[in-house]
Every structure is written in C-alpha cells, then in structure tokens.
C-alpha cells in the first residue's frame, strides 16, 4: 500500500504549483484522502481533504480561496492545486488517507489513517 506525491518544487511568490498522489495496492478509492503539510520547525498541519465521493472539500483556513482540491478515482489520484504562493505555504507536503472508507471529508483533520512519503515546496522570491 503506497501514496506516492509529486509534483513539489521551487516556485516564486505568488506563483503555483500542482501536487499529485497516485494511490497503489489498496487504492483507497472510497477513502477521503487528502493533504497535510509540515514547514521546518513546525508541527505538522492539516491542509485539505476531499471526501470519497468528490463532492465533499474541507481547507485550512490559511490557505481558503488559494487552494483547491480534486481526485479521479479511475486514476487513484489526489490533486491539491496550489495559486498565490506565500512563502509561509514553504514545506513538505504529505499525501493522505483516511483511517477507513466511506467518512467524511472532515474526517481527515482529525485523524489520519495512512500517509505517503513527502514532497518539498519551496516559495522565494
């Protein structure tokens, strides 16, 4: 079972970015799945997260209007769309999933079930 992310990078501010997580094995296709996030020094957050069906989206309130989630469950892949970079948007971003299929979209803020490997942000200017 592996969520393999990608898509990370060096962007400027204000730029944006496309991160992907290809769900192998148990491809979790009726798991909420989503993203988190953890900048050096700092503990690790909740980003966003999409319910199994698609139509249920929950952000952060520090990234609302900036980001967007989607997924296409006949690809097991996650999106996390990411617009007007700041630089405090800088750190590794790990895909996840949920702890069991079939729950909410909210879920995911609360507990997570499975965590892909990371992969880097990196906002300058």
């Known amino acids: 079972v592996q969520l393999q992310a990608s898509g990370g990078g060096l962007v400027q501010i204000g730029g944006s970015l496309r991160l992907s997580c290809v769900a192998s094995g148990r491809a979790f296709t009726n798991y909420t799945k989503g993203w988190y996030r953890q900048a050096p020094g700092k503990e690790r957050e909740f980003v966003a997260s999409?319910?199994?069906?698609?139509?249920?989206?929950h952000f952060a309130d520090s990234v609302k209007g900036r980001f967007t989630i989607s997924r296409d469950n006949a690809k097991n892949t996650v999106y996390l769309q990411m617009n007007t970079l700041k630089p405090e948007d800088t750190a590794v971003y790990y895909c996840?999933?949920?702890?069991?299929?079939?729950?909410?979209?909210?879920?995911?803020?609360?507990?997570?079930?499975?965590w892909g490997q990371g992969t880097q942000v990196t906002v300058s200017s």
């Open positions: 999409i319910g199994w069906r698609g139509q249920s989206t």
């Open positions: 996840t999933a949920a702890t069991k299929p079939y729950i909410s979209a909210r879920s995911l803020m609360y507990s997570v079930g499975s």
